[in-house]
Each structure stands twice: as structure tokens, then as C-alpha cells.
């Protein structure tokens, strides 16, 4: 069965530094979403992509953040200048998109990102 | 603002009991409700989706009922067993396609 994959699975920075969370969405699906989910909290949206660009953000997603489709299979998150609160644990997820209202997002295994 | 809350918390059930979590919404102009199952550090597992016009879903062991109208859904599981142990996330599609989620409902089956 296809799968959502990410890379890497664990990564470990220092505040204010860039990182770069990568993903592999389902082919042929329309729409990639980045989540996370701060430990022991809900897991919360923060941005989705279709058509090459972003569809919808939600106000977690500032500046520091981008995402981008570098070809025609990643999916990645850019986090530019890293701060303790980002630590967390990053979902990819991707939708089909078609008949999006009948269809759920597959999401990936995640990235735990720690910020020292 | 959408809100989504689940209870309990957490449950922990003896193998074999049937079990119920609980789920609502406090906006009912929802597309669609579905129920994810979440293992300690993995990602998320779909389970059901019930579009807004539907009442409920069945998959094996597994229904999920929405009341749109009441801002509610359940997950009903028959006859646990120590492999549903895990976690149980409720997310509704309200605006657009992104989800917004409980912070989940923690199962633990005991044999």
C-alpha cells in the first residue's frame, strides 16, 4: 500500500538555527499538509498545499516558516530560525483530493525535532 | 473558533468489554468528522470518515456515529482486545481540507 514517508526521523538542533523537515507524499495525490503535535498536546494544523502553492496556513505558520515542492515528489518545511517552543513532533500528511470531501489524508511516521 | 474535545482522557478496559469514546465539535458546519488511531511515536492511522450527510460508518469491530446537529460523534469498539491499545484521535474537515483535532482519547486493554 502506498505510504507517506519523512526524513529524517529524529533531528536535533540548536535555537536559531535553519532546519529542513523532508517528506515523500503518496504520488498522484493533489494535497500536502505539514501538522504537528507538541508533546502532549493535540496535534495541530499548519499548512497545506496545492497547484505549487499554499492553499490554507493557520497562524502557527509565520515567517519563519515556507514549505516548498523542490520537484516532483518532496515535500519539504523550512524552519528558519528554530526556537525552543518549535520542538515538537511534524506530520506530513497528503490527500487525494479528487473527491477530498469522501477521502482521508494519509500522514507519515513524523519527525520529532528537538531545539536545545 | 472550532473546537474539538474528547472524553475521557484515557480509558483502560478489561479484553472482551465494548467500549465507547466520545468526540464533539463545537461548530456543526463540518464537511466530514473522521477518527485516526495514533501508536506511541508513530504517525496517524485513518479509521473511519463520515461525511457531514452520513449518520454512521462500520469497519470490522469499529462504528462511528455522527449527530451533526449536536456536535457529536462515538466510536464504538466491540470486543477489545490488547491490540487496540493505543490512541484514539476524533478530527473534523471544517473550512477548506485541513483538520482540526482532539487531543485524543488514550486506550489501554488489559488480557
Redesign the interface.
Known sequence: EPE?TQTPSHQVTQMGQEVILRCVPISNHL?F?W?RQILG?????LV?FYNNEI??K?EIFDDQFSVERPDGSNFTLKIRSTKLEDSAMY?C?S?G?RE???????????T?LLVL | KQEVTQIPAALSVPEGENLVLNCSFTDSAIYNLQWFRQDPGKGLTSLLLIQSSQREQTSGRLNASLDKSSGRSTLYIAASQPGDSATYLCAVNQAGTALIFGKGTTLSVSS
Not at chain 1, 105 to 110: E, R, V
Open positions: 507517506v494535497y499538509y501538522y498536546q493535540k496535534v495541530e494544523f497545506s492553499s490554507e493557520s506530520f500528511a490527500l483530493g477530498w470531501v469522501q477521502e482521508t489524508q494519509y500522514f507519515g511516521p513524523g520529532r
